[in-house]
């Protein structure tokens, strides 16, 4: 696969880089003053012979189960490789050099690592490629998380737009987190629209005109709605009466959108988009916590002053992987397919025996929104499932049930690890509460990466499901 190939090359040269620069530190003459025995020295000498190690045999032989940990262990190799004697909150003038010792450098002002860097500038340019926005038109900034993300452009919103008794529309499957936060903001009036539909979040905007509308372009929920954003922007224009902000969580279709394309042609429609960096862009890798934020380029320099102000920015950016734009969009089709795949292997052998456990993905023509899908080029790789009856949809019933679903892959061989999280290369299914601290629930499942065992996967499910009852 494309996207292998180019993290593969991509952690290779971060290895070789980080291991020149720690060559370089172990030459300087307060280095070699500590002496052999030194721990710093022997730390270092170590990490520097497995990095090589790496580079030179195992990285470019990784395959099939130890290639992803392999991965894993080169990223974060490099970024140990870097940081193991730096500064913990390095200024300017010790933020883009290995230093644990005084050097004698230019002292200019004091700028402590929470300003950005080089390093972070240059992920910043990699993911804002790789997402397929803009540079002329849109900037991208990294965060520590993907809720510090909604943070940033929450503070910002705060500042600059909002004011008491200001309405804000939000779509029914917005996060549930990213819900909390703004409805424990006591002087805003919160609307939630009646349905997930483009139609109802346009007649949510038209009845209440908020100033600002938080939308989910492919939601956090068990229906799984689906929202062609750019029709929705477009259709929002005529008919918001001022200027509306639309705050848009693009986790789920990483990479599917540019909601910045045209924007000039929609003057009364203003976008502030994030997403969570730990998911899709890391690869399935989960190498660290980290968001992003992308806003308009006349934007950039204020959401940076404030970024800097809240200390929201990522803290370990030589951790994160950068590849190519059709790279990704590789990983992200294949995971796509997989879905696609788990869905039609569940329909037909739910056809045989009757349906006991309904599956739901955009791709299905059943879909209410299986018409907004065409304009997109992967829909992600996340797979919803509930039982018909529902007395199963519970988090302790559905917990044993994936603890009976693991066990009968591990019989098959069938690769299937368990977890809330999503877009790794090995199929993970987890238990989602419809909302936050309810015991209604349902299945959820990314998908992975491979067609042939997901096929198998969609089967084995709903075996395990009349089993299970």
Same mark, same amino acid.
């Given at each position: 696969?494309?996207?292998?190939?180019?993290?593969?090359?991509?952690?290779?040269?971060?290895?070789?880089?980080?291991?020149?620069?720690?060559?370089?530190?172990?030459?300087?003459?307060?280095?070699?003053?500590?002496?052999?025995?030194?721990?710093?020295?022997?730390?270092?000498?170590?990490?520097?012979?497995?990095?090589?190690?790496?580079?030179?045999?195992?990285?470019?032989?990784?395959?099939?189960?130890?290639?992803?940990?392999?991965?894993?262990?080169?990223?974060?190799?490099?970024?140990?490789?870097?940081?193991?004697?730096?500064?913990?909150?390095?200024?300017?003038?010790?933020?883009?050099?290995?230093?644990?010792?005084?050097?004698?450098?230019?002292?200019?002002?004091?700028?402590?690592?929470?300003?950005?860097?080089?390093?972070?500038?240059?992920?910043?340019?990699?993911?804002?490629?790789?997402?397929?926005?803009?540079?002329?038109?849109?900037?991208?900034?990294?965060?520590?998380?993907?809720?510090?993300?909604?943070?940033?452009?929450?503070?910002?919103?705060?500042?600059?737009?909002?004011?008491?008794?200001?309405?804000?529309?939000?779509?029914?499957?917005?996060?549930?987190?990213?819900?909390?936060?703004?409805?424990?903001?006591?002087?805003?009036?919160?609307?939630?629209?009646?349905?997930?539909?483009?139609?109802?979040?346009?007649?949510?905007?038209?009845?209440?005109?908020?100033?600002?509308?938080?939308?989910?372009?492919?939601?956090?929920?068990?229906?799984?709605?689906?929202?062609?954003?750019?029709?929705?922007?477009?259709?929002?224009?005529?008919?918001?009466?001022?200027?509306?902000?639309?705050?848009?969580?693009?986790?789920?279709?990483?990479?599917?959108?540019?909601?910045?394309?045209?924007?000039?042609?929609?003057?009364?429609?203003?976008?502030?988009?994030?997403?969570?960096?730990?998911?899709?862009?890391?690869?399935?890798?989960?190498?660290?916590?980290?968001?992003?934020?992308?806003?308009?380029?006349?934007?950039?320099?204020?959401?940076?002053?404030?970024?800097?102000?809240?200390?929201?920015?990522?803290?370990?950016?030589?951790?994160?992987?950068?590849?190519?734009?059709?790279?990704?969009?590789?990983?992200?089709? +294949?995971?796509?397919?997989?879905?696609?795949?788990?869905?039609?292997?569940?329909? &037909? $052998?739910? /056809?045989?025996? %009757? =349906?006991? #456990?309904?599956?739901?993905?955009?791709?299905?023509?059943?879909?209410?929104?299986?018409?907004?899908?065409?304009?997109?080029?992967?829909?992600?790789?996340?797979?919803?499932?509930?039982?018909?009856?529902?007395?199963?949809?519970?988090?302790?019933?559905?917990?044993?049930?994936?603890?009976?679903?693991?066990?009968?892959?591990?019989?098959?061989?069938?690769?299937?690890?368990?977890?809330?999280?999503?877009?790794?290369?090995?199929?993970?299914?987890?238990?989602?509460?419809?909302?936050?601290? +309810?015991?209604?629930?349902?299945?959820?499942?990314?998908?992975?990466?491979?067609? &042939? $065992?997901? /096929?198998?996967? %969609? =089967?084995? #499910?709903?075996?395990?499901?009349?089993?299970?009852?």
């Amino acid at each position: 696969m494309e996207d292998l190939l180019e993290l593969r090359a991509d952690a290779a040269r971060r290895l070789q880089a980080a291991t020149s620069q720690m060559d370089r530190f172990l030459l300087r003459d307060d280095s070699q003053s500590l002496g052999r025995t030194d721990p710093t020295r022997t730390l270092c000498e170590a990490l520097s012979t497995e990095a090589r190690r790496l580079v030179a045999e195992t990285l470019h032989e990784c395959d099939g189960p130890t290639r992803e940990s392999t991965l894993r262990s080169a990223y974060r190799l490099a970024s140990s490789l870097a940081n193991v004697v730096a500064w913990s909150a390095p200024a300017s003038q010790e933020s883009c050099a290995l230093n644990s010792f005084p050097a004698v450098v230019a002292r200019d002002v004091v700028a402590y690592a929470r300003y950005g860097s080089d390093e972070t500038a240059a992920q910043e340019e990699a993911y804002l490629a790789m997402l397929g926005f803009d540079p002329a038109q849109a900037r991208l900034l990294l965060t520590s998380s993907g809720m510090t993300a909604y943070a940033l452009i929450e503070a910002f919103l705060l500042r600059e737009v909002l004011r008491p008794a200001d309405r804000v529309v939000l779509h029914p499957g917005v996060y549930f987190e990213t819900r909390q936060q703004l409805q424990s903001l006591p002087a805003l009036d919160i609307k939630i629209a009646r349905g997930g539909s483009r139609t109802d979040i346009l007649q949510a905007i038209a009845a209440h005109q908020p100033k600002v509308v938080l939308v989910d372009p492919l939601s956090h929920s068990s229906e799984v709605r689906l929202l062609d954003l750019p029709r929705l922007l477009h259709a929002a224009e005529g008919v918001c009466r001022e200027v509306t902000w639309f705050i848009v969580d693009g986790t789920l279709l990483s990479g599917g959108f540019d909601p910045f394309s045209h924007h000039r042609l929609r003057p009364k429609v203003r976008v502030l988009y994030y997403e969570s960096g730990c998911k899709y862009m890391q690869f399935g890798m989960d190498l660290g916590p980290a968001g992003v934020v992308v806003v308009e380029a006349s934007l950039a320099q204020q959401f940076e002053q404030l970024r800097r102000g809240i200390g929201a920015i990522a803290s370990e950016t030589l951790v994160l992987p950068r590849v190519s734009r059709n790279a990704y969009l590789g990983y992200l089709r +294949a995971q796509t397919g997989c879905a696609k795949a788990v869905v039609e292997a569940v329909l &037909e $052998s739910s /056809a045989h025996g %009757g =349906r006991i #456990i309904e599956c739901t993905f955009p791709s299905e023509p059943s879909h209410p929104d299986y018409s907004e899908a065409f304009h997109y080029p992967h829909l992600g790789g996340i797979v919803v499932f509930r039982f018909r009856e529902d007395r199963f949809n519970r988090r302790k019933p559905l917990e044993c049930f994936i603890d009976y679903l693991l066990a009968s892959a591990r019989s098959q061989n069938l690769p299937l690890t368990a977890g809330v999280s999503f877009g790794f290369r090995l199929p993970r299914i987890g238990v989602t509460l419809i909302a936050y601290g +309810a015991d209604d629930a349902y299945l959820r499942l990314s998908a992975g990466v491979s067609v &042939e $065992s997901a /096929a198998k996967l %969609g =089967r084995l #499910i709903v075996r395990c499901a009349r089993e299970f009852q």
